[in-house]
């Protein structure tokens, strides 16, 4: 599994970092997880051709997660000229909100041909479902964003990947997270409690209890992009690549 970071950014983009995306490539399997606003520019910047992807999975749907679907789709039907199907997976109500959304940033642009099939899968919580050869399991979160808000663990062949999306602290992150070879984690602050956001210190004390091989922090406020290196976590930079 290689797992590319396209956007390790908060919605305001501290550091000068993109909005959350993940690039990940395991045999046939092309995905993106998570795709925020910035998201096709990232994808140009570190050369990620649009087309090789087969499926988008969204954690959550804020526009710093989900925001770049519309001009995703507008670029696979406008300049990719892309042929092959594409599957968006996601939380329940996932297809409504993104036609609104689509809709809202380009007029009309629902009722033309794509010129490729389309197909929307609304995750149930905790329900494995196979996604174009990726398992997905989505795990609920505490995260408000008009919909439930899901932790994603991902099988891509005998490789297991989760990204905690965004959220507080929950006990649901130790099933989501436990044994697997990376863990994405959002870790907003260092120390200072944020509602609807996970700190260091909390995070730190569970993971022994996760287990995860390598675990890679995300998502960082400016408070926690100035604090000195964490031993035994990485911390995302845009553009890095993880060989998992």
Known sequence: MRLQVLGCGDAFGSGGRFHTC???????????????????????????????????????????????????????????????????????????????????????????????PLEIVELEPQLTTQVNGVAVTAYPVRHPSGAPSYALRCQVEHRTLCYSGDTEWVPMLIDAARGVDVFIAECYTFDRPVPFHTSWMNLQEHLPEIGAKRVLLTHMSPDMLKQASIEGVERAEDGMILEI
């Open 22 to 116: 993940f690039h990940v490539s395991a045999g046939s399997a092309g995905l993106l997880v998570d795709c925020g606003a910035s998201s096709l520019i990232a994808m140009r910047r570190f050369g990620v051709d649009p087309n090789t992807l087969r499926t988008v999975l969204i954690s959550h749907l804020h526009g710093d997660h989900f925001g770049g679907l519309p001009f995703l789709l507008l670029d696979a039907q406008f300049v990719s000229r892309r042929t092959t199907p594409l599957t968006i997976a996601g939380p329940p109500t996932l297809s409504a909100r993104l036609h609104a959304l689509r809709e809202t940033t380009f007029p009309g642009s629902t009722e033309a041909d794509l010129g490729f």
